[in-house]
């Protein structure tokens, strides 16, 4: 056992590894404002994001490692702050001076449910105390302003447009501007066009994270979006059958091809348990996500379990993580936000880093 002091304490504290970068808390400089108050111990951890996956389990280690090294010591409160990053590549851009990081949330093909990933992953990344905005990128059906419960137009504000929050979410869709039941008939250039207004006449102000739901597929506005600004990354959603699985590898090729990294997949709509008799059925098969990030080498952000209350609180505007908290959707959709920030962090650390590779985290896990 060693004595209480400041350099005994940050010694002890080098045990304790952040599992997604691999290194202590003390080298990452996340030890804040210790002070000792005669056998008494205060600190700061500050992590890179309030979404830490394992925020928790590196609170209970720093304390466990000071009482089990430091001799006499009395109490240990340990108070977890957050920093978010930010991408190297968006900080060398001219575009969005306020946004830390830049994700896109794609899919191959329709119907895999990318929209209501977008959106849950947005507020519960809001929830953990992050500064998100989302912006729907799908020109051609918007879906965010319903899914989001939002109705209204954006306001102007010097010569900018101001998002609409809600749920504690900076909102920004074409679906704020034109009429709900009219189609947008525009060709290529106009939609692209359209997002890069998203982009750069929109006041975001200080975000943290800003999520783009894009359309389905690899076109006009895909390519529109990786030409405008640096991204930091890309979630590719799939469901778990192979159709699904092939057209969600073209995408990953598409994000390959324009250097976007992939931060992992999502598998939605994995399974269906019966709410009467609780019998499980893999109606669109399952592991198919898990399958092909292992093959292709990125990590499998998490899936997600078809349930009535995600379609419901979609249509009600209430996403499921802000309208049934305790469920297992919830909790779901709340890991799978948690590992995208994770990710986020990884990659601007290893950019920090000098290009030296960290692990990817796999399964939630490092």
């Known amino acids: ?9 940050l010694e002890a504290l080098r045990v304790v590894k952040d599992p997604d970068l691999h290194r202590d808390i003390v080298s990452l ?20 994001t ?6 928790e389990e590196l609170k209970a280690e720093s304390v466990r490692a000071i009482r089990e090294s430091i001799e006499g010591v009395g109490r240990v409160d340990v108070a977890m702050t957050s920093r978010v990053t930010t991408n190297q590549n968006i900080k060398a851009s001219p575009v969005l001076p306020g946004v830390k990081n830049t994700v896109a949330v794609a899919s191959g093909k329709g119907g895999v449910g990318k929209s ?9 990344l809001a929830k953990d105390g992050a500064k998100v905005g989302l912006v729907d990128a799908d020109v051609y059906g918007p879906s965010i302003p319903l899914m989001m419960g939002i109705k209204g137009r954006p306001l102007m504000k010097n010569q900018r447009l101001q998002p609409i929050e ?12 034109i009429d709900p039941n009219q189609a947008v008939i525009w060709r290529g250039p106009m939609a692209g066009g359209a ?17 783009f739901d894009l359309p389905p597929g690899t076109g006009d506005i895909q390519l529109t979006l990786v030409q405008t600004i640096p991204l930091t990354g890309a979630v590719m959603v799939t469901t778990p059958q192979d159709v699904s699985l092939a057209d969600v ?17 999502v598998e939605n709509m994995s399974y269906y348990v019966c709410s009467h008799c609780g019998n499980r059925d893999e109606i669109f098969d399952h592991g198919g996500g898990r399958r092909a990030a292992e093959e ?39 890991a799978i936000a948690r590992n995208v920030a994770a990710q986020v962090s990884i990659r601007n650390a290893s950019q920090a880093s000098g290009g030296v590779e960290i692990q990817l985290m796999q399964d939630g896990k490092s």
Not at 166 to 177: A, D, E, N, R, T
Not at 195 to 211: A, H, I, M, R, T
Not at 251 to 260: A, L, S
Request: net charge negative.
């Open 1 to 9: 056992m060693k004595t209480l002091n400041a350099e005994n304490i």
């Open 29 to 48: 400089n996340f030890v804040k404002e210790l002070k000792i108050d005669g056998k008494d111990v205060s600190l700061q951890i500050e992590l890179t």
């Open 50 to 55: 309030p979404a830490c996956p394992v925020r």
């Open 116 to 124: 209501t990933v977008a959106v849950n992953i947005a507020v519960s």
């Open 166 to 177: 809600q749920w504690g979410v900076k909102v920004m869709s074409i679906g704020f501007l």
């Open 195 to 211: 997002v890069k207004q998203f982009v750069s006449d929109v006041d975001w102000g200080e975000l943290d994270y800003l999520l």
């Open 249 to 265: 590898r073209k995408g990953i090729r598409m994000f390959e091809k324009v250097n976007v990294p992939l931060l992992g997949i």
């Open 296 to 334: 292709i080498g990125i990590p499998f952000l998490g899936d997600v379990a078809i349930f009535t209350g995600i379609r419901m609180s979609g249509d009600a505007g209430t996403p499921i993580v802000a309208h049934e908290e305790k469920s297992a959707s919830s909790e779901s959709f709340t």
